[in-house]
Every structure is written in C-alpha cells, then in structure tokens.
C-alpha cells in the first residue's frame, strides 16, 4: 500500500504493475526489465509434473517477484529475477530459486527510472526499507545465528552500498 492507501500488486510473470485505488478503480503500468528478451510465453499445463521441464522453462524467463512501497522516498521497487542458463557446460543444473537478479526502481507515477544488477551475495527475498534506504541481507555477513543487513542509500544516479546492520536471531532461524 501506498500513503494514498492504493493497493499496488504485481504478478511474477505478468508484465504488468497494478494499482487498485480505494474507490475501487484500478490502473495498469507496463514494466520492463532490460533483462526481458522476449515476450513471456503461456506455461503448458501438459508439463504441470514435469518437474525438470518445469525448472527449465523457469530459468529461460524474466519474472517479477515482488514490489516494495519507500515511503521515505516515494518509490517503488521491484525485485526481477532474471533468466539463467538451466544447464551449464559441463552437465550441472542451476538451481532455479538461485537466479541472479536486480532491483527495478520506479516513481511515484510509476514511471521507471533505473535498474541495477545486484550482487549474488544480496538476498531478493530480505528487503525491506529504512529510513536510510534500503536493508538486503548479505548472505557473506550472515549465519545461523545472525542476519546481516547492507543499506543502500538511493540518490539520484544510483544506489550505493553506505552501512552495515545486524540482526541477531537464534540458531532455528526464528
């Protein structure tokens, strides 16, 4: 939700950003990643088991995992996963889930403004924002027992790396 109290969603493999607005009209935003070659294809339900078919075509494609409002700032942020060879060279299989990815940001009108490649040792799936930018956990920094946040402060040509935080937690990870 923004501070409007929109409700903006995006869909993994939709193109599309929507908000919903509380008079309950909604609009639709295109959004392209540069990582995107082709338009997404229909999945075949005939390969709904299929399960190595089902991780191949997952690699070869650019989905959007999911938005995240900056009120500090005024900006949304989308997290791309991007497309990935499912095989390498020497037979080995990539894992899906560790696709690489980047940060797509967009304005206030939804409009996008950048997108950064973003480092594999950043988690896509712990962001959340601060009121000095945005925390990613770094998957270098952390272990069982603690969780290591890197802020990225946005300015208006790129965002750099400006702290480090960390967040203790026990050993189950809760």
Same mark, same amino acid.
Request: with cysteine; aromatic share 10%; hydrophobic share 30%.
């Given at each position: 939700? $923004?501070? !409007?109290?929109?409700?903006?969603?995006?869909?993994?493999?939709?193109? /599309? %950003?929507? &908000?919903?607005?509380?008079?309950?009209?909604?609009?639709?935003?295109?959004?392209?990643?540069?990582?995107?070659?082709?338009?997404?294809?229909?999945?075949?339900?005939?390969?709904?088991?299929?399960?190595?078919?089902?991780?191949?075509?997952?690699?070869?494609?650019?989905?959007?995992?999911?938005?995240?409002?900056?009120?500090?700032?005024?900006?949304?942020?989308?997290?791309?996963?991007?497309?990935?060879?499912?095989? $390498?060279? !020497?037979?080995?299989?990539?894992?899906?889930?560790?696709?690489?990815? /980047? %940060?797509? &940001?967009?304005?206030?009108?939804?409009?996008?403004?950048?997108?950064?490649?973003?480092?594999?040792?950043?988690?896509?799936?712990?962001?959340?924002?601060?009121?000095?930018?945005?925390?990613?956990?770094?998957?270098?920094?952390?272990?069982?027992?603690?969780?290591?946040?890197?802020?990225?402060?946005?300015?208006?040509k790129d965002l750099y790396n400006t702290d480090?935080?960390?967040?203790?937690?026990?050993?189950?990870?809760?």
């Amino acid at each position: 939700m $923004n501070k !409007d109290t929109d409700l903006v969603a995006i869909y993994t493999f939709i193109d /599309s %950003l929507y &908000v919903i607005h509380r008079d309950g009209t909604q609009e639709q935003h295109y959004i392209h990643s540069k990582h995107q070659r082709h338009i997404q294809e229909e999945f075949d339900t005939a390969n709904t088991y299929n399960y190595t078919e089902l991780a191949r075509t997952e690699s070869a494609k650019t989905s959007y995992l999911g938005v995240v409002y900056d009120s500090y700032r005024n900006l949304y942020y989308i997290t791309v996963s991007r497309p990935m060879p499912y095989e $390498n060279r !020497d037979g080995t299989r990539n894992n899906v889930l560790d696709k690489p990815w /980047s %940060l797509l &940001v967009l304005d206030s009108a939804f409009q996008q403004i950048a997108e950064m490649d973003m480092p594999d040792c950043l988690s896509k799936h712990e962001l959340m924002v601060v009121p000095k930018g945005i925390a990613l956990a770094d998957k270098r920094l952390s272990d069982d027992e603690k969780t290591c946040f890197v802020i990225l402060r946005y300015n208006e040509k790129d965002l750099y790396n400006t702290d480090i935080a960390t967040v203790r937690r026990n050993a189950r990870g809760k």
